[in-house]
């Protein structure tokens, strides 16, 4: 079933937030009503097929779409036959008002306009004024209108009113310039969703007439909205207040003779008060730009003091991991230079050793001191005369390194002869 968001729990809150909320309006007969079902797939949505208005009441329709909850709103047509503008101004306002206050923003506007009518002008151009004023310029980019009915007309015609509509200021132009978007919309779905899904990426927006009304306190029938639709009895009011001045006037001057002195006197000390008070209103003028100038010059040597501490920040710490990778550098060249120099000493003691080595040969008589075997399985075996007092050997298979880093290689011995190999 439709909604009319009466509903105030923590848990409908939610989910309205979550939701694409878009109010469709327009003048009766427009399409508003057709649109949202052929959008939306719901049949519950009552479409007339007269210039009278089958939407009564703001109707909320909700349905889901590429896993996006939209909420669809129809509101009552204007230029309807049964009920003024006024009325449904007032109705569409009422409704603004509660559905904010319950928490629910809208994230765009859709207007549609029937392409075939053949101006905008008299009740329509009234109603596109109060529809700029109902939403606000600020919520001009939330705005997305849409001329339907293209079927209806010829192409050449319906391009003509819609460049009319797109340059005139006093009809869309206005709010094109503000940020509002055009569009054609056909019959079709996918139509239809491209529109919406067109607004579903703008942020939730306060129409003007909402701000003036929750923000500004402002009762429904003193909005712009609803002034707009109030001016020709304003009109009357100001031309009746003119005659009432003409006749004062009048009888002003019949008792001109007695009263002019009093009132050449009562007008300079009106002029005098009006000069005071302009004088007063001229220092404090000149008070509070001074105020906001020395505020400004404080604000901007702050930033200046702040960008300076930033740039004096930044050299510091580019100056400190300089000096770490500096120190690093020298640690690894450091190192390096020690790695060096212990590789050259231990080349140095064996060469030291090797120069002075002087080991007389022993003849092995005993297992290979490595692995255990029998030294002369093979043709060589190898001496160590620093290790174990000259009596350590290698078989030929287990080679002439004894293990220690700072001995010269083994000597290399044949087992048939015992000759030192050098």
Not at 74 to 87: A, E, H, L
Not at 135 to 150: E, M, P, Q, R, S
Request: hydrophobic residues 30%.
């Amino acid at each position: 079933m439709p909604g009319t968001f009466q509903e105030n729990d923590s848990d409908s809150e939610g989910e309205q937030e979550d939701s694409i909320v878009i109010a469709v309006m327009g003048v009766t007969g427009a399409g508003k009503s057709t649109f949202i079902k052929t959008v939306s797939g719901r049949n519950d949505v009552v479409v007339g097929d007269s210039l009278c208005s089958e939407t009564s009441e703001v109707r909320a329709y909700e349905f889901l779409h590429n896993n996006k909850q939209y909420i669809l709103v129809d509101t009552p047509g204007f230029d309807d036959t049964k009920r003024s503008d006024s009325q449904i101004t007032e109705q569409i306002l009422t409704w603004l008002k509660t559905s904010m206050l319950e928490g629910t923003k809208l994230n765009g506007v859709i207007y549609l306009h029937r392409i075939s009518d053949t101006r905008m002008a008299g009740t329509a151009l009234r109603n596109n004024r109060m529809f700029r004023k109902l939403c606000g310029v600020d919520a001009f980019k939330n705005i997305v209108l849409a001329t339907t009915f293209w079927g209806e007309v010829n192409k050449d015609v319906g391009e003509r009113r819609e460049k009319e509509l797109r340059e005139n200021m006093d009809f869309w132009g206005g709010m094109l310039k503000g940020g509002a978007k055009m569009v054609r919309l056909q019959r079709e779905r996918a139509a239809g969703l491209e529109l919406v899904e067109m607004i579903s990426g703008q942020e939730k927006v306060v129409l003007g007439a909402q701000d003036e009304m929750i923000n500004g306190g402002q009762d429904v029938k003193k909005t712009s909205a609803m002034r707009e639709e109030s001016d020709a009895l304003e009109k009357v009011q100001r031309e009746l207040e003119a005659k009432m001045k003409a006749e004062r006037i009048k009888l002003q001057q019949e008792e001109e003779k007695k009263k002019t002195e009093r009132e050449k006197k009562l007008r300079e000390e009106q002029d005098a008060l009006k000069k005071k008070r302009e004088q007063e209103r001229v220092a404090e003028e000149k008070k509070r730009v001074k105020a906001k100038a020395d505020a400004q010059r404080a604000h901007a040597k702050q930033l200046e003091d702040m960008r300076r501490e930033r740039r004096l920040q930044e050299e510091k710490i580019k100056k400190e991991k300089q000096e770490m990778e500096r120190k690093e550098r020298e640690e690894r060249q450091r190192q390096k230079e020690r790695e060096e120099a212990a590789a050259a000493e231990v080349v140095r003691r064996r060469a030291e050793y090797q120069k002075n080595y002087n080991c007389i040969g022993i003849r092995a008589q005993w297992p290979c001191d490595k692995c255990k075997g029998k030294v002369f399985r093979y043709t060589v075996y190898y001496h160590c005369c620093f290790c174990h007092t000259d009596k350590y050997f290698h078989c030929g298979g287990c080679g002439n390194d004894c293990g220690e880093a700072d001995h010269p290689y083994m000597t290399q011995r044949t087992t048939p002869d015992d000759c030192i190999v050098m």
